[in-house]
């Protein structure tokens, strides 16, 4: 589900030269907040199920804090051989087009060259062209389909554009 939520935000004064933000990894004790942005996000958001087992699998959960620790936006990557994956990243939607989202990938960039990754690799909604575009600028390139990839409504499909980043 790597696709940066589509639903447009109210605008929030904050923007990454203007707010104070760390990294943290995520905890339990931070996933009824992560939830609260994840289904705000999403119209299939993930389950705390898939978050749990995220974190039990070793997957590398990370938490974008600012201010007085507001969730602006994680993400959830699994490693491979060679390669590293990014199942979920999301920024929150009164944070978005504020730039996070790049501060995400760069995160991302940076922890899996830390695992001797050579590539990322990611799923996008094909409707969700302002996450393709966030990737392109990114580096990111597009290499293929997956047919019926993600749920959508009334029980339709919808298909996903696999990108990838050479690191």
């Given at each position: ?8 935000a ?11 933000a760390h ?15 994840e ?27 600012g ?20 199942l ?9 087009h ?10 991302l960039?940076l922890?899996?060259?830390g ?17 393709k ?35």
């Open positions: 589900m790597s696709a940066l939520a589509p639903a447009p109210a605008p929030c004064p904050a923007t990454p030269a203007q707010l104070q990294l943290e990894v995520l905890s339990a004790e931070r996933l009824d907040l992560l939830m609260t942005v289904q705000s996000a999403y119209s299939h958001p993930w389950s705390r199920g898939n978050f749990v087992d995220a974190m039990a699998a070793g997957y590398h959960c990370l938490l974008l804090l201010g007085q620790d507001e969730l602006l936006g994680y993400f959830v990557a699994m490693r491979g051989v060679d390669e590293v994956h990014l979920n990243i999301t920024v929150a939607p009164r944070h978005q504020q730039g996070w989202a790049w501060v995400l990938l760069d995160a960039d922890w899996a060259r695992q001797s990754a050579q590539w990322v690799w990611l799923e996008v909604r094909a409707s969700n062209t302002r996450a575009a966030v990737y392109e600028r990114h580096g990111y390139r597009s290499v293929g389909v997956r047919k019926d990839y993600y749920p959508a409504t009334q029980g339709q499909r919808e298909d996903a554009v696999v990108m990838s980043l050479a690191l």
